[in-house]
């Protein structure tokens, strides 16, 4: 008995001694670079619907509409992936990530129909992301009135 413990645990040291150590200086910055590269899409499409005289108010709808479009036809045609896997959370926080949580789910379960699949598989990661967030802008919106 004594014996297994000590060869598990030689195991577990030879095992450390070649995994390997995480870069998170790298990673880090490559999110930053990642996820600024999005947002200056973003604020491209931004600009342009202002300088087309729209007002900055009204252009963020349409710029939304455009980079969860991006997002979702890149998880279509599977470079959104391969994004995620090289910028991490610099993928993952922009709009262009939410839209990416519900169309690679969908696209997943496609197989199994669009009722048991599509429909029922499509907000797994997003579900409770907009449950919480709507719960949360409830919450401060009552402390905001009473507040005021």
């Known amino acids: 008995m004594e014996k297994d413990v000590k060869k598990q645990q030689e195991y577990k040291d030879i095992a450390q001694k070649y995994e390997p150590k995480p870069t998170l200086i ?3 910055i490559w999110a930053f670079v990642v996820g600024g590269l999005i947002c200056d ?3 491209f499409f931004l600009n342009l619907f202002v300088s087309r005289g729209m007002s900055p108010e009204q252009a963020g709808t349409p710029v939304a509409i455009i980079m969860v479009f991006l997002g979702s036809f890149l998880t279509g045609i599977g470079i959104y992936d391969d994004i995620g896997r090289f ?10 990530g939410f839209a990416n ?4 789910p969908a696209m ?11 429909a029922s598989r499509m907000f797994n990661i997003a579900g409770p992301v907009i449950v919480y967030g709507v719960g949360t802008s409830i919450v401060v919106g009552l402390v905001y009135n009473f507040l005021k």
Request: proline share 3%.
């Open 41 to 43: 899409i973003g604020q």
């Open 108 to 118: 997943e379960f496609k197989r199994e129909g669009y009722v048991f699949g599509v």
């Open 101 to 104: 949580s519900i169309v690679a």
């Open 26 to 28: 790298k990673n880090i």
């Open 87 to 96: 910028a991490g959370a610099g993928s993952v926080v922009p709009i262009t």
